[in-house]
Structures are given as structure tokens and as C-alpha cells.
């Protein structure tokens, strides 16, 4: 992987990430107020499951 797809992949992250409140604001604004309510735990395990996820994605990919 070279410098261009590494920042290519990056920006299409900053894009993904800003569709919903783009497009839903109220929902967003609810699901981050819901997410500030989580255990250290609970959001771990969720970040866990997204780095897991994304992996699995690679690799099917790849």
C-alpha cells in the first residue's frame, strides 16, 4: 500500500463519518447522546467489533 491509497482510504473514512449528520442530524445527534450514556466497556466492545469487522472486510477484499 503506498502513501496515495493510505490517504485516499483516510478520506473516504472523513466522508463516510460525516454523511449522517449530513443527511440525519436529529437521529445523529440522539445515537452520539446514546453512546455518551455507555460504559467504558460497552464502547470498547464496540470498537472492538468495528476494528474486527473492518479486518474482515480487508481481507475479503484483498
Known amino acids: 500500500m503506498d502513501g496515495a491509497t493510505f490517504w485516499a482510504a483516510l478520506a473516504l473514512v472523513f466522508v463516510i463519518e460525516g454523511l449522517l449528520p449530513l443527511l440525519v442530524p436529529a437521529a445523529w445527534r440522539r ?5 455518551l450514556q455507555l460504559r467504558d466497556g460497552q464502547l470498547r466492545f464496540f470498537g472492538l467489533c468495528s476494528i474486527l469487522a ?9
Not at 445515537?31 to 453512546?35: A, G, W
Open 54 to 62: 473492518g479486518l474482515v472486510v480487508l481481507w475479503l477484499v484483498s
Open 31 to 35: 445515537m452520539f447522546v446514546q453512546l
